[in-house]
């Protein structure tokens, strides 16, 4: 049996694609079930998967935090995939962030290793590596991660999961990390995921930014993912990442394959600088979640990029060019009529 948390996800729903297509028994951990539909929609669009492999997913409600339920989920599972997380760089859900994203994650690993599990994969975030001074210099699973520096409440979190999963290392299971830049993927487009990026600049927008990130296809992800736990591998890292772009020319692109307008002024530092202190004022008079904060205007003109090196190595690996992922991932939306 395999348990795969967060199924109702990005990663979760297209992983569960993948392993359906197995002769295995596959369980799922939702939260809120009017999200399993959008699974469903998944499978109905892939190619080479129908309905009568989603049907084999035995889902299980659970949150994170309900250890019985949680026990339960985990009866006759051998294999772990984590992939489920609160996502939000809003600095007032830090409470929840850590509830979910570390106690969570924690209460996974607990129950992978009292049910003597044969290994987990936890899917973190390049959010959670460390950073380089000079923007020319790589980040690799090597760069350390500076506890000193002004990081945003999710790396925090995350990075603090991670912490909890290799403790699990440390007494007994085998683990596998995988770093994934940001994940583009279809079919949930107005939730938090990249796809709502698509949404968004399908409606028209205004501005780029010019910062540098890392950007990989979510199919790249499940297949290193599940490549990953059928090997030999075992307690190492892996960043995700299969190019760095700046947010203008992944802005442009999307654009193109949507067929809109691309954004014609650039959003300045000072711009964002005083943008975020309009949102956090916004905020405060008004209750109304942040949109922008300090650090996503930050990171909108941060140069952060990443080395895909240790990945390709060890599983003699190539990414599918980003351009080809956003094409693809343009094409799913339009046939969704919004």
């Not at 049996?1 to 979760?12: A, F």
């Not at 939730?191 to 910062?211: E, I, P, Q, W």
């Amino acid at each position: 049996m395999i348990l795969v948390t967060g199924g109702t996800g990005l990663v979760g729903a297209h992983l569960l694609v993948e392993l359906t297509k197995r002769d295995t028994k596959i369980r799922a951990i939702y939260r809120r079930e009017h999200k399993i539909p959008l699974v469903k929609t998944v499978f109905e669009y892939l190619p080479n998967c129908s309905l009568s492999h989603f049907e084999k997913i035995e889902w299980v409600e659970a949150d994170l935090n309900d250890i019985p339920k949680l026990t339960e989920a985990f009866k006759d599972v051998k294999q772990v995939y984590h992939s489920a997380a609160f996502v939000s760089f809003e600095p007032d859900k830090y409470k929840q962030l850590r509830k979910v994203n570390i106690e969570g994650t924690a209460n996974i690993v607990n129950l992978c290793i009292s049910h003597k599990i044969n290994k987990l994969c936890y899917v973190s975030s390049i959010a959670a590596i460390g950073s380089e001074l000079n923007p020319e210099i790589l980040i690799t699973e090597k760069t350390a991660w500076n506890p000193e520096e002004d990081n945003n409440v999710y790396a925090i979190t995350k990075y603090g999961a991670e912490m909890e999963v290799w403790r699990g290392s440390q007494e007994g299971i085998d683990v596998v990390v995988v770093n994934p830049g940001i994940i583009i993927g279809g079919g949930f487009w107005k939730s938090g995921s990249s796809g709502s990026l698509f949404y968004k600049m399908s409606k028209g927008m205004r501005y780029y930014t010019n910062g540098v990130a890392g950007y990989v296809g979510v199919s790249d992800v499940v297949h290193c993912m599940t490549s990953l736990m059928d090997s030999s591998i075992k307690n190492q890292g892996f960043i995700l990442v299969a190019e760095n772009l700046s947010f203008k020319k992944f802005q442009f692109l999307v654009c193109d394959a949507l067929g809109v307008s691309r954004p014609k002024k650039e959003a300045s530092p000072f711009l964002l600088a005083v943008a975020w202190r309009l949102d956090w004022l916004v905020h405060k008079i008004l209750g109304k979640r942040r949109q922008l904060s300090k650090h996503m205007a930050r990171s909108s003109t941060a140069i952060t990029k990443y080395d895909n090196t240790k990945i390709k190595e060890a599983l003699s690996f190539e990414f599918e060019p980003l351009e080809s992922v956003i094409d693809d991932t343009a094409n799913w939306f339009k046939s969704a009529n919004f």
